[in-house]
């Protein structure tokens, strides 16, 4: 399943390789976490949020941890 705040991060990046570039990741990381291959790592998410100037929120990066990164309904 294709994670979608990876997607939108990687068009604010303007590449896998850009988006890997600032979060201080292998591309590879980056295209097995759009093709849901592997979870964001919670570590990450932080950083990711970042490069995407908060346009992506935490809980998009891992909706399946809501304690971790709850949804604004949720609070």
């Known amino acids: 399943m294709k994670n979608y705040g990876i997607e939108t991060a990687i068009k604010i990046a303007g590449s ?8 201080g990741l292998a591309q590879s990381t980056i ?12 570590k990450s998410v932080p950083d990711l949020v970042e ?3 908060g ?7 891992r909706p ?6 709850p949804h604004p309904e949720s609070e």
């Open 16 to 23: 896998q390789k850009a988006l890997a570039k600032k979060c």
């Open 55 to 61: 346009t992506v929120p935490a809980y998009r990066f």
């Open 51 to 53: 490069v995407t100037g």
């Open 31 to 42: 295209c097995d976490w759009l093709n849901g291959k592997k979870p964001v790592s919670p």
């Open 64 to 69: 399946d941890l809501p304690k971790l990164f």
